[in-house]
């Protein structure tokens, strides 16, 4: 079989379609962007640990409350946001000083052992849950946060 025909016989793993020569030329693996995205969207599922088909929100909501899990096995009283549309997902309350925490479903990069995912924020500490290690990554670590003394303090609750 020469080349060209090895090259034309290769199917999409996602349509189960033809690639097209051009693509495969390319070192394509899919038959076209769409199919590209939707391979690598199920490949950060499958590798996250997360099961298919549970929406993307309880995912967040999953991912949200193993940090605030292991924030409060580490002594820190934890807040979480009520609205959608907060500036942070967590506040960490140490004493009188506290953090603002922003957390996100991340995967480990299989090609490095790197952690992967949005790391934008506006928040004093981002937190990156791996759900299929069941681990939450802290950048920058959040004892060294607290070590900092930042000059956020709430007044006294007590009456």
Avoid at 45 to 67: C, H, K, N, Q
Avoid at 114 to 121: A, D, E, L, P
Wanted: include cysteine; aromatic fraction near 8%; charged fraction near 20%.
């Amino acid at each position: 079989m020469s080349e060209a025909q090895s090259l034309s016989a290769v199917v999409c793993p996602e349509c189960q379609t033809l690639i097209p020569e051009r693509r495969l030329k390319q070192g394509a693996k899919t038959c076209s962007k769409t199919c590209a995205t939707r391979r690598e969207k199920a490949l950060f599922y499958y590798s996250s640990g997360v099961v298919l088909g549970i929406p993307r929100s309880t995912v967040g909501a999953l991912s949200e409350l193993m940090v605030c899990v292991d924030l409060m096995r580490r002594g820190y009283h934890v807040f979480r946001a009520v609205s959608y549309h907060c500036p942070c997902d967590l506040i960490v309350l140490n004493e009188e000083q506290f953090l603002r925490v922003e957390v996100r479903t991340v995967y480990r990069s299989k090609a490095n052992g790197k952690v992967v995912g949005n790391r934008s924020h506006r928040a004093d500490c981002w937190a990156g849950v791996l759900i299929a290690e069941n681990e939450v990554v802290y950048e920058p670590p959040i004892e060294t946060l607290f070590s900092l003394a930042l000059p956020r303090h709430f007044s006294s609750c007590s009456a």
